[in-house]
Every structure is written in structure tokens, then in C-alpha cells.
């Protein structure tokens, strides 16, 4: 059974750091697009980060606005877990955070769209 399974999140304080962790159950991660996403209360969910498959190097990555500069999506030597570095966090980046994954053998998978294998979800919630 294909899986992923995210952790690190937890109750932090406005301008603090927070790391993600998107963990692989049943596949590996370096031939798939990882993206993270955000469900904020009462807002649509939000796509945050991605990052292409391996495609023979680091991949590719692309970021929203609203954490281009603050957020930093990655994949761990093994190209197996994908992190997402949280700098400077914000109240407004409150939410459930899930990682999702969608097959890329040629690396240039951006996330658009939906994407086919999601975890359960990590709350973060950033005081103020």
C-alpha cells in the first residue's frame, strides 16, 4: 500500500521556524513530483511548494508567492523523505499542511492540477 505520512508540525510563535517532514510508505519519492499544501480554517486548500522528480538530478522546484523566500522545499540524500523548511512564519500560515505525490519519470512535473497519493496531514498553528 502506497502511502505518505507527514510530521513536524506543531504551535509555534509568529517569526519562528518549523521544519516538515513528507515520508514515503510502499514507493520512492526520487521518480515522483512531492508537492505540500495548506488548508487554512475556512480557506481553500492552498498549494505551497513542489518539487519535480529527480529526473537524474536534484529537481526542479517552484514555490507560491505568498512563501517564496521564507519556505524552502527539498529531498533528502536518498531521494526518498521530502522536507519543507518553514522560516519567519507567519499567523496567516495556520493550517493543515499535506504532502502529495503524482508519478515523474522525466523530472518536470511542476504539480499542477491534482496529484494522486496524499498523506494525512500536519496542524501547524503560528501564534502571534
Known amino acids: 500500500q502506497v502511502r505518505l505520512v507527514e510530521s513536524g508540525g506543531g504551535l509555534v510563535q509568529s517569526g519562528e521556524s518549523l521544519r516538515l517532514s513528507c515520508a514515503p510508505s510502499?514507493?520512492?519519492?526520487?521518480?515522483?513530483?512531492i508537492g505540500w499544501f495548506r488548508q487554512a480554517p475556512g480557506k481553500e486548500r492552498e498549494g505551497l511548494a513542489c518539487i519535480s522528480g529527480s529526473g537524474g538530478g536534484s529537481g526542479r522546484r517552484n514555490y507560491a508567492d505568498s512563501v517564496k523566500g521564507r519556505f524552502t522545499i527539498s529531498r533528502d540524500g536518498d531521494k526518498n523523505t521530502v522536507f519543507l523548511q518553514m522560516n519567519s512564519l507567519k499567523p496567516e500560515d495556520t493550517g493543515v499542511y499535506y504532502c502529495a505525490a503524482r508519478w515523474d519519470l522525466a523530472g518536470q512535473d511542476l504539480c499542477g492540477g491534482d496529484l494522486d497519493i496524499w498523506g494525512q496531514g500536519t496542524l501547524v498553528t503560528v501564534s502571534s
Open positions: 510502499g514507493f520512492t519519492t526520487s521518480h515522483h513530483a
